[in-house]
């Protein structure tokens, strides 16, 4: 069964470095999100990606992310500047198409700021 | 802005027990609610999908109805296991605001335990 695939799975740094989580979603999908879910509390939104560009983002999607599709399979979140705030798990998710899809998730990044 | 509640927050079972996970949402402009399971420290798995249109939705012992007018869906699992424990996330999509785009929006999750 396809599935999408996120790597790495756990990633430590230290605060101001840069991180880049990578994602491979279902080859036929059209759209793709990132969420992130810090510990404890809920999943939350933070950009969709349609087309080659990004096609909304929350307040959270501040310009200290940014994202890409760099070739045809991969899709990666960039964080500049980590701070502590963004530890968190990152989810890749992708979506065929239409109205009435299902979003499938990665397995997650852990991303863990020092 | 839509808002997506849980009850209960956690729930503990003896094993075999039916049981029903609550969601309700603020906002019915919805396309469709999934229902997600979520192991500690893993990613999310799509149990069942309903759309707008549906009532309900059956996959094994897993039962999901939708009554979209009140706001509320349910999960019901039928004969628990310990491996049913994990905590359980409803999310219901509906279009952006501002640009009209899908998204899902995330309920607070459900943490089930089913004891042997």
């Known amino acids: 069964e396809p599935e999408v695939t996120q790597t790495p799975s756990h990633q430590v740094t230290q605060m101001g470095q840069e991180v880049i989580l990578r994602c491979v979603p279902i080859s036929n999908h059209l759209y793709f999100y990132w969420y992130r879910q810090i510990l404890g509390q809920k999943v939350e939104f933070l950009v969709s990606f349609y087309n080659n560009e990004i096609s909304e983002k929350s307040e959270i999607f501040d310009d200290q992310f940014s994202v890409e599709r760099p070739d045809g399979s991969n899709f990666t979140l960039k964080i500049r500047s980590t701070k502590l705030e963004d530890s968190a798990m990152y989810f890749c998710?992708?979506?065929?198409?239409?109205?009435?899809?299902?979003?499938?998730f990665g397995e997650g990044s852990r991303l863990t700021v020092l | 802005k839509q808002e997506v509640t849980q009850i209960p927050a956690a729930l503990s079972v003896p094993e075999g027990e039916n049981l029903v996970l609550n969601c309700s949402f603020t906002d019915s402009a919805i396309y469709n609610l999934q229902w997600f399971r979520q192991d500690p420290g893993k990613g999310l798995t799509s149990l069942l999908l309903i759309q707008s249109s549906q009532r309900e939705q059956t996959s094994g012992r897993l039962n999901a109805s939708l009554d979209k007018s009140s706001g509320r869906s349910t999960l019901y699992i039928a004969a628990s296991q310990p491996g049913d424990s994990a905590t359980y996330l409803c999310?219901?999509?509906?279009?952006?605001?501002?640009?009209?785009?899908?998204?899902?929006?995330f309920g607070t999750g459900t943490r089930l335990l089913v004891s042997p």
């Open positions: 998710a992708s979506l065929a198409g239409g109205v009435v899809g299902e979003l499938f």
């Open positions: 999310a219901v999509r509906r279009p952006s605001m501002n640009t009209g785009f899908q998204k899902l929006v």
